[in-house]
């Protein structure tokens, strides 16, 4: 990944950025955070460098920088794996058709700062890049964060704390150097240590491997809403009441089922008009049953390879594969469609 020497131009930064970002008061940071509040970058900067290793400081974090600035993907370019993005790498990811909003951040560590125990929103994939810096992961796998819950809503802040667990929930712990990319699938849950004072680029995003995670965590979500509001549903109409859950669901899991009805729709459109046809699975209905079965993985390996003229050390995808990736998107986005809106007529 290429990217500018950030950590060389820390004085350039404060000469000429003013601007607020979000802050964290605490060394450890989390997304439900009470004890967010703003910060002018120089201040943040300078605050670091009067500090230095002090566990007092805090994270400043989420900084919508690339929205912010005005800036796109110029500013740093993306290894070809990451370009399949739903949110943030489209011709409609800075116009009013974005309706989930903008999922590219820089997050300014201190060291000893660090994130708590979570998964990441709307169970979506993730990428973090250090620009400098040195971090310390924890990873836990899907299920087992088990291990680490307190109620029905909350875990642990920190697994530190009960290392006794750790070898059956089958933690994985890696450091994470200058330069490197470390992607999160979705429903990994994990905790995220700066070992020296740190500055990372971060992407949640969404694509035709993990849309369907996504549909399956708003289900869920809606009908937790459903059991929650069963002794008062009948006070509302069918519209207010569909008008309400859907608001909770924004507020909830980020995305609710007209915000991701509308993404789905885009990427069937954007798609059709490059490519005449979809892919079509030879054993299976479903593509969520594909991505399970091994000889059908093994089949799409072997359609693609066979065509593919991909220049993987100039990190140029071929036009054969991008088209095979508009046929597979677009299958994969009209049968998520077509279960959002079986969802939405049969609630109304």
């Not at 250090?130 to 307190?150: A, H, M, Q, S, T």
């Not at 699938?185 to 995003?205: A, G, K, M, R």
């Not at 049953?289 to 093994?298: I, R, S, T, W």
């Amino acid at each position: 990944m290429e990217v500018p020497l950030i950590n060389e131009r820390t004085d350039r930064i404060m000469e000429n950025c003013g601007k607020c970002i979000d802050y964290e008061e605490k060394s450890s940071c989390s997304q439900n955070s009470k004890e967010c509040q703003k910060i002018k970058l120089k201040d943040y900067i300078k605050m670091m460098r009067e500090n230095s290793g002090s566990s007092n400081i805090g994270y400043a974090k989420d900084w919508h920088f690339q929205q912010e600035s005005g800036t796109s993907y110029e500013m740093y370019g993306l290894p070809s794996v990451l370009r399949f993005d739903w949110i943030n790498n489209e011709m409609w990811s800075n116009d009013e058709r974005n309706q989930l909003g903008d999922y590219r951040f820089v997050y300014l560590g201190a060291k000893n700062t660090w994130t708590p125990f979570h998964v990441d929103v709307m169970n979506s994939y993730s990428w973090s890049a250090n620009i400098c810096g040195r971090k310390l992961w924890y990873f836990v796998p899907p299920n087992n964060e088990e291990y680490f819950r307190i109620s029905r809503d909350t875990f642990l802040k920190d697994i530190r704390t009960v290392q006794d667990r750790w070898l059956e929930a089958a933690v994985v712990s890696f450091i994470q150097e200058e330069g490197e990319i470390v992607f999160v699938p979705s429903n990994w849950y994990h905790q995220v240590h700066n070992l020296e004072d740190t500055i990372s680029i971060n992407h949640n995003f969404v694509n035709a491997s993990n849309v369907d995670v996504i549909v399956e965590l708003i289900i869920k979500r809606l009908m937790d809403i459903d059991i929650e509001l069963a002794d008062c549903r009948s006070c509302f109409s069918s519209a207010e009441y569909n008008s309400f859950c859907e608001k909770i669901l924004a507020a909830d899991i980020r995305v609710n089922l007209a915000q991701f009805r509308s993404l789905l729709q885009l990427i069937i459109d954007d798609r059709g008009n490059d490519v005449n046809e979809c892919w079509i699975c030879p054993r299976h209905r479903s593509f969520s049953k594909c991505k399970k079965d091994g000889n059908c993985l093994e089949f799409m390996r072997t359609v693609i390879r066979t065509n593919c003229a991909c220049e993987v050390g100039n990190n140029v995808i071929c036009n054969n594969c991008l088209n095979f990736m508009k046929q597979y998107e677009i299958s994969v986005a009209a049968e998520c469609l077509a279960r959002i809106c079986h969802i939405e007529e049969e609630r109304n």
